[in-house]
């Protein structure tokens, strides 16, 4: 088994750092190897190569290299060959786990000793796939939040003056109601549909309770309070979907 050196490891990461596009830093990390392995590589996003050598030895030292917008890189010796390395990307952190799902694993690659050849494959392999993946990270991040903050039900509330009345703060739900004729009150929370025509308010509501089902979005409506019945007949609610739910990965 080849001896490696962390200072050798270092002082490669380092001329890494003023190679690879971007403004870089390295942090040498040395290790107990009695330590959780686990939790010192559970950010590395990898289920290939430097995954099976990390699981294969305990590790003694590695390497992060950060970039200034939070991208990070971990660096290891091969633990087989004296002149080669293994990086790969490193998952962001404070994302919930069903953002990763279907997302593949940017898997990291072994590169040469030489830091000018490992930084164009660095640039040209690694680097694309983990900007691809961390895209497709994101993109579910802002759905599970969008889904998350979205409600199950709305409720549509009669006033004294025979308008419905709506608070939301949900931009696609805002959307679907100011697309079928309600208006935005001054503190663009609450949505108004006027009832001077009765038969065109329940025409209003029938479209905007098919659009919000779509998105699963229930619709309940409801008199104001001290509120009289309405003479008109109570357009019925679309049926309230599932609440939305968050699985874990």
Known sequence: MPHHDPDELDSYAVILTQLLPGTWTS??????????QHVLTVGVWDMNQVAEALAARPLEHDVILTRDDGRRLFLMDHPHYEDEFLI????????????FRAVREPDGITIPGDPERATEAVI????????T????????TARLTSTASRPDTLVMTWTESGEL????????????????????????????????????????VRAAGTALGVIH????????????APTTTRVPAPRPPTPNTLRSR
Request: charged share 20%.
């Open 217 to 228: 979005v229930g619709v309940t409506l409801q008199n104001a309070p001290h509120r009289s």
């Open 124 to 131: 040209t392999d690694l680097l694309p796939r983990y900007e």
């Open 165 to 204: 009345s709506v608070s939301t703060d949900h931009g696609e739900v805002a959307e679907i109601l100011t697309g079928n004729g309600f208006v935005p009150d001054t503190d663009r929370h609450t949505y108004l549909l006027a009832g001077d025509d009765t038969a065109h308010q329940a025409q209003c």
């Open 27 to 36: 942090e040498l990390r040395p290790h107990d190897v009695r330590a959780d």
């Open 133 to 140: 993946a961390l895209a497709q990270v994101n993109a579910n």
């Open 88 to 99: 790969a990307a490193m998952a962001p952190v404070g994302v919930h786990t069903e953002a």
